[in-house]
T-cell receptor, first 113, second 112 residues
């Protein structure tokens, strides 16, 4: 069974640009969650999607958005990038979500310069 | 924001010894999970313990949960060099609202 696939693995963007990250969950999993990991704030919850609907959202500004497609693949978008958005972005997939065990991808490391 | 705190922040032990990490959380939970992360890569789910459970085992892992003290501990027995990683506890308050709330992690180093 293929794991959670995140693309790209690394990304360098300039302040003010926007970026789109992609996540393909484990086949059959309908829940996709996104987390941001930084040295200062640690792991923080961004949002969770289930069957194409955003079910939960963390405390992040509106510049952070996401969506989920009918095949459960998910994308997250960050607009008007700031230096502080530099982080490892992790995607997690689960059969039904709701706080049960998740399988994480290897992450996308975003550097904003 | 971080809900939990892991203790210690870093731990270095000899191979073969046992490693114990502690985690505290602030609000009532539905379950608590432990994850391992190697060198800034993805997290690997280790074990989940529900709020009505007090202890759980999985291979060399033993997790305890004390809901009255809002704390949990992870014990790794007979440690191996491959256990070197960061370990995070993550609490779920129920229903998935706010997702998982992670602690800051314990960085474990196993000396060969």
């Amino acid at each position: 069974k293929a794991g959670v696939t995140q693309t790209p693995r690394y990304l360098i963007k300039t302040r003010g640009q926007q970026v789109t990250l992609s996540c393909s969950p484990i086949s059959g999993h309908r829940s996709v969650s996104w987390y941001q990991q930084t040295p200062g704030q640690g792991l923080q919850f961004l949002f969770e999607y289930f069957s194409e609907t955003q079910r939960n959202k963390g405390n992040f500004p509106g510049r952070f958005s996401g969506r989920q497609f009918s095949n459960s693949r998910s994308e997250m978008n960050v607009s008007t990038l700031e230096l502080g958005d530099s982080a490892l972005y992790l995607c997690a997939s689960s059969l039904y979500g709701q706080g049960n065990g998740y399988t994480f991808g290897s992450g996308t490391r975003l550097t904003v310069v | 924001s971080q809900q939990g705190e892991e203790d210690p922040q870093a731990l270095s032990i000899q191979e073969g010894e046992n490693a114990t990490m502690n985690c505290s959380y602030k609000t009532s939970i539905n379950n608590l999970q432990w994850y391992r992360q190697n060198s800034g890569r993805g997290l690997v789910h280790l074990i989940l313990i529900r709020s009505n459970e007090r202890e759980k085992h999985s291979g060399r892992l033993r997790v305890t949960l004390d809901t009255s003290k809002k704390s949990s501990s992870l014990l790794i027995t007979a440690s191996r060099a491959a256990d070197t990683a960061s370990y995070f506890c993550a609490s779920n308050s129920g229903g998935g609202a706010d997702g998982l709330t992670f602690g800051k992690g314990t960085h474990l180093i196993i000396q060969p």
